[in-house]
């Protein structure tokens, strides 16, 4: 028998932010694999003290999201033979925050519920497996399945600081 | 003594999204708290089959996790009467997939690293505590700090199925 080929690579993406305006920031982003590089930005509506110049940060990570596993799912459809047409999805992320008195406040996810239709003669059968196939390969949905995996250093006038 | 007030708020998105082009997804948001709506969309570069028309969906979380904290860090000096001119991050965000044969791939984050400098005249530790209360009001991190959240249903003929 020999042996099952298994390869790895590594998909690591740079970000450099600045704050600009009152709530706008302004990312400038690289892809290193393929060296792509993207501006985005972020801001808040009046709502949230902003100008409303750019969608407010979970507007992306919503589209993130729901892009990275319709995306995966169109990729692995190739690769395990599927046809399928179309994917449409319907997505509600859904946040709390509680404030005490005048603190910050502290949030938490309450729950994304992503409701998938695909246009495809497929059983229901094949297509739950590549979307099961879609989730395991989802580098987001990956990420949101382990937590504590975000890392945080500060600039001190002594260096970085791990905080 | 009086009870401390407590006020909780729900902060819930609304996204439907459809397939177009060779690997580009169109995705409609709705912040339901204003209404306020945004299209955003993301595609994929020739060396994943798609035609660059977008950025890919791992381009937008990287600029919402990083404008999400930028965001809070900025709405809570105020709350802390902090004085902080303006914010820069630095970011790395890697992932690494395992392939098995011609099997689709899967995913997992390896870390995630955020390097942040304020430019501001307050002393470091109060720095580090605006940015500890920006990290749990940071509803991008406090989704990453837990596990499991994300729930899919499959739309089949005979309704919708949890999958």
Redesign the interface.
């Known amino acids: 028998m020999s042996p099952?080929?298994?390869?790895?690579?590594?998909?690591?993406?740079?970000?450099?932010?600045?704050?600009s305006g009152k709530?706008r920031?302004d990312?400038s982003?690289r892809?290193t694999?393929?060296n792509?590089c993207?501006e985005?930005?972020?801001d808040?509506?009046a709502?949230?003290?902003g100008d409303?110049t750019a969608?407010?940060?979970?507007?992306?990570?919503?589209?993130?999201?729901?892009?990275?596993v319709?995306?995966?799912i169109?990729?692995?459809a190739?690769?395990?033979r599927m046809r399928v047409r179309?994917?449409?999805?319907?997505?509600?992320?859904?946040?709390?925050?509680?404030?005490?008195?005048?603190?910050?406040?502290?949030?938490?996810?309450?729950?994304?519920?992503?409701?998938?239709?695909?246009e495809t003669d497929e059983p229901?059968e094949a297509?739950?497996r590549l979307?099961?196939?879609?989730?395991?390969?989802?580098?987001?949905?990956?990420?949101?399945?382990?937590?504590?995996?975000?890392?945080?250093?500060?600039?001190?006038?002594h260096g970085?600081?791990d905080?």
Chains 1, 2 share one sequence.
């Open positions: 099952i080929s298994e390869k790895r690579f590594d998909i690591v993406f740079e970000a450099q932010a600045r704050s709530m920031n990312i982003l892809f694999r393929t792509e993207y985005l930005a972020t808040e509506g709502f949230h003290g409303g969608p407010p940060p979970l507007a992306p990570f919503a589209a993130a999201l729901v892009g990275c319709m995306t995966q169109r990729a692995f190739t690769r395990l179309a994917v449409n999805v319907q997505a509600r992320l859904h946040w709390q925050a509680v404030q005490q008195a005048q603190e910050p406040y502290v949030s938490a996810p309450v729950g994304f519920q992503l409701d998938i239709e695909l229901v297509q739950q979307i099961d196939a879609a989730k395991k390969g989802c580098f987001i949905e990956a990420t949101l399945a382990r937590p504590n995996i975000v890392t945080h250093r500060l600039r001190t006038p970085w600081r905080i």
